[in-house]
């Protein structure tokens, strides 16, 4: 399952471990891909709220 996460206000480090392992900076003009299966974890700075959209994959 894969998401997008959209950023209401404020700044969100997303961080993966998969290879590569990737810092990325989200805000609310840069929304950040999450592949659910990937470990991965959110650091917020302050006050950080989001939504994240999943998307299922069909067939």
Known sequence: MRGV???VSGRLRYRTDMP???EIPLDPGRPGNVVSEALHQFDPDGQAPFLVEFHRKTG
């Open 5 to 7: 996460v959209h950023m």
């Open 20 to 22: 590569g392992d990737r």
